[in-house]
Antibody
């Protein structure tokens, strides 16, 4: 079964750091781009970051550029999001999602999401 | 940045009716790299349509997408009870990837 499972969410104070992980199974992870999308409570979807299959191309939303770092380990079938200098407005459910191909593409498989709360 | 504007914000229809959802882009979407997603409360989004008009795996043929350039449409030919949800369009032709604000499809 094709599956993505996020972990690492939780409560963190403003200015703190958190590292999200996404474990992939059921498909050849190294052949697909991967993405992070977030959704603040009661709000719409916001794209956060994308990484190509071989990590050659990495993109960030302006709202997280310089604070968040996306990475992947194809040997471990895992995607990561290192989040530093967290702000209250980063509070959201964070989803990892698979791109349909090795580059920027539609997101065809989604994880269940992990909640990140930034509050003092 | 390509801004996507979805209309209407809320659409109230009855099961069996036809739904037409619109997505307008502030500039032309490269190669019609536009997708539609369905999201139900408490769940992750589900890909319905990619490349403006291609149905994703397992999506019923009552869902169809059309359009190019700056104007795109998602049509649900005959609404089933399970189709009432929030729908988002997304462009992935250029970075930053952007989503529309969503259309809530509610039961009338």
């Amino acid at each position: 079964e094709v599956q993505l499972v996020e972990s690492g969410g939780g409560l963190v104070k403003p200015g703190g750091s958190l590292r999200l992980s996404c474990a992939a199974s059921g498909f050849t992870f190294s052949s697909y781009s991967m993405n992070w999308v977030r959704q603040a409570p009661g709000k719409g979807l916001e794209w956060v970051s994308s990484i190509s299959s071989s990590s050659s191309y990495i993109y960030y939303a302006d709202s997280v550029k310089g604070r968040f770092t996306i990475s992947r380990d194809n040997a471990k079938n895992s995607l990561y999001l290192q989040m530093n200098s967290l702000r209250a407005e980063d509070t959201a459910v964070y989803y990892c999602a698979r791109g349909r191909t090795e580059g920027l593409d539609a997101f065809d498989i989604w994880g269940q999401g992990t909640m990140v709360t930034v509050s003092s | 940045e390509i801004v996507l504007t979805q209309s209407p914000a809320t659409l109230s229809l009855s099961p069996g009716e036809r739904a037409t959802l619109s997505c307008g882009a502030s500039q032309s979407v490269s190669s019609s790299y536009l997708a539609w997603y369905q999201q139900k409360p408490g769940l992750a989004p589900r890909l319905l349509i990619y490349d403006a008009s291609s149905r994703a795996t397992g999506i019923p043929d009552r869902f169809s997408g059309s359009g190019s350039g700056t104007d795109f449409t998602l049509t649900i030919s005959r609404l089933e009870p399970e189709d009432f949800a929030v729908y988002y369009c997304q462009q992935y032709g250029s970075s930053p990837v952007t989503f529309g604000q969503g259309t809530r499809l509610e039961i009338k």
